[in-house]
């Protein structure tokens, strides 16, 4: 039941967007407004906050947070090295990598990650969650750039790879998050940064309700199918090996398991459409992985506690 009530919403506000836009009280130039807010406003402000937050000092922290991000990391190179073994479309290929890594754990893990494992462990669940959306994004980011972008000019590559918005606040978050303090600047900088970030998850739903109301071009069974395989089920398994095969304990490993078990992340419709990507794949993929996650979710929490 804690599960359906977060996620509920989740559908709710993309039916707000969707009737908005069948209703043309939201017009087709409105949804890339809303989009180029969240992407270069509202997810950077998200990312970091996400990274702000954590105490990378915390003893023993930041071992779990490593073996996450080496697993996430392997994650995201065999996927890449697997969906370039198919011939399919570029951007197809970029859409699928974004839905099967980038997972919601912000808006849909934190809130059932504290009630699940509880306010002590709830250190492991924000920095595991935040090293999950953020690198996942920065991963994606290079994918999407990687399959749309290719530049012969390794400057221009470059240029455009670090002015990206999402790289920047990725590398604003881990300054600040070592950074020492600086009083009430700091709690007016936090929080501002934080009311943005609020605005991200729902902002890019209804963009998403929106643009579902005005495209129905079919995807075939298959592609739906797999980042819903690979997010859902095969990336949480391989979190669990990986951390296994390296000796964590069952608490850490269960919390990052259940973490990579996200369904498919609101931001990767944003990032889908400001790279051109096939926004109708991500947008069913972030539809169909976040209504099954009430099932699997549900299982994975009854298997780990």
Known sequence: M????????VFLIILVGYLAGKSK???????????????????????????????????????IIGYNFLALALFAFLLMLGLNLFNI????????????????????????????????????????GAIHLVLGTFLGVMAAMHWTQKHENLKLYLKEFFTNPLILSLIAGIILSFAPGFGKTETILKNTLSMLAATASPVALFALGCFLSQRSHKIPFSLRAVPVILKLMVFPLFVFLILKKFG????????????????????????AEKFGLDEKLVADSLLITTALSVITLTGILYWTL
């Open 2 to 9: 804690q599960i359906l009530q977060i996620v509920l919403p």
């Open 25 to 63: 009280v939201v017009k087709p130039g409105h949804i890339d407004a809303l989009n180029d807010f969240a992407y270069y406003i509202a997810l950077p402000a998200l990312i970091i906050t996400s990274f702000w937050q954590i105490n990378f000092l915390q003893k023993g922290l930041s071992e």
């Open 89 to 128: 479309d570029k951007k197809t290929k970029a859409a699928l990598f974004l839905s099967s890594l980038v997972g919601n754990t912000i808006y849909i893990g934190f809130p059932i990650g504290r009630q699940a494992f509880g306010g002590d462990n709830f250190a492991i669940v924000a920095g595991v």
């Open 248 to 271: 964590q304990v069952s608490g850490p490993t269960n919390i990052s398991s259940f973490l990579a078990a996200m369904p498919t992340a609101v931001s990767t419709f944003v990032i």
